[in-house]
């Protein structure tokens, strides 16, 4: 049994829990709280990402399943270094040979805290040392770039004890294949699954992105009601390890094809650029859900929502977009329209400034803070009132 970590952005941990509760890899815990008491119960869970445990079956559901984690880390070494030749001594008895083959090239981050061992690119020589004691072969070092997705291996020494952890993901998780194109602004694939998730929506009922750019909220949100798996279709780090099972991992994608769903709800985007549109059109065919969503190109004003369902959005916002262009009157815009086509609908709208959202003049709970490209955002969730329709 290897103890797992599964990474996610600072926030998102109460969701990651929740899917992991939901593919049978940690217990409930606060997994089964609506998402308003969820998020606030963040201070619950490991800062950064969620501590799990299971053999190659967990990494490979994990890697295939979470849509709001970043990475997958294989925590395989725990111990006390305080000196160079300790450190090196205890790292070459880990079962690296399960991870690496002789000479691969690996890219090590350290990170030192409080320990004698300071010296951050010393300890990288170590352990590819170390490495090279166990497989034979030294491994040549790498800077870690994403693009080249060379093996990633994280050792942390904080007050001289030292863990190892060696990433199954590869490319960070959010990168699912699909967006090629981008609107000026793009949203994370995380994060888009993550406002999903924090809304509450149920899968089942109506959405609609008003400010879709390239799409990412309703490719999202489609691929969640189809029950695609995030990672069906793109290479992880591990099935470069000795230790791939390749049966395994077919296996766990046919048992995803069985639960496929082909009742999806109604999906609504549209953004007034026409550019977008045809982004988020490419966008959703090569994530193969283009079928299920309705692109439009109009105006904020022109939507033409059915049923009731929720809205999630990620309009311009001043700092991201423009720094000079004055949204207060697109903000009041968004609320009147919500007030008058959405009455009894959930929102939740991504945005970086407070006041833009008080403009909307909807009841928003404001408590939830994430980062978006290095921006301090908050995600305005409510409901809209029927007493406020017009």
Not at 248 to 258: H, I, K, M, Y
Not at 271 to 298: H, K, L, P, S, W
């Amino acid at each position: 049994m290897e103890k797992l970590f599964a990474v996610c952005a600072l926030g998102f941990e109460p969701f990651t829990r929740q899917e992991l509760h939901q593919l049978g890899l940690v217990g409930a815990a606060s997994a089964d709280l609506p998402p308003e008491k969820a998020a606030s119960s963040s201070k619950d869970e490991d800062a950064g990402g969620i501590e799990f445990s299971g053999e190659l079956e967990a990494i490979y559901r994990a890697n295939l399943h979470l849509r709001t984690a970043s990475r997958v880390l294989v925590r395989f070494g725990e111990f006390h270094a305080a000196a160079f030749s300790e450190l090196r001594r205890k790292s070459n008895t880990l079962p690296w040979e399960n991870y690496l083959s002789p000479g691969q090239p690996v890219a090590i981050r350290v990170t030192c805290r409080k320990s004698r061992l300071y010296h951050s690119a010393a300890v990288a020589r170590e352990v590819a040392a170390a490495i090279g004691d166990r497989l034979g072969t030294k491994p040549e070092l790498l800077p870690f770039r994403e693009e080249l997705e060379t093996q990633l291996i994280i050792v942390r020494l904080v007050d001289d004890e030292c863990s190892i952890s060696i990433d199954s993901s590869g490319a960070l998780l959010h990168r699912r294949g699909y967006r090629l194109a981008t609107a000026k602004a793009p949203l994370r694939e995380t994060l888009a699954a993550a406002m999903l998730l924090a809304s509450g929506w149920d899968a089942r009922s109506p959405l609609l992105d008003p400010f879709c750019g390239s799409g990412t909220i309703p490719i999202e949100a489609a691929l969640m009601a189809h029950r695609v798996p995030p990672g069906a279709v793109r290479h992880f780090a591990f099935m470069d390890w000795p230790s791939f099972d390749l049966s395994l991992w077919e296996s766990l994608l046919v048992e995803s094809q069985q639960h496929l769903r082909t009742d999806l709800p109604k999906i609504q985007a549209s953004d007034r650029d026409a550019g977008a549109i045809q982004m988020a059109q490419a966008n959703a065919e090569r994530a193969g859900v283009a079928e299920y969503i309705e692109f439009t190109c109009r105006a904020v004003s022109a939507i033409e929502p059915q049923g009731t369902g929720w809205v999630v959005t990620n309009p311009p916002y001043g700092l991201r977009v423009s720094s000079t262009h004055d949204l207060r009157n697109l903000y009041a815009q968004f609320g009147k329209v919500l007030r008058l086509k959405c009455p009894g609908w959930q929102v939740a709208i991504l945005c970086s400034e407070l006041p833009l959202l008080h403009t909307t003049g909807l009841s928003l709970d404001t408590s939830l803070s994430w980062v978006n490209g290095g921006v301090q955002v908050r995600l305005g969730r409510g409901v809209v009132s029927r007493e406020q329709a017009a």
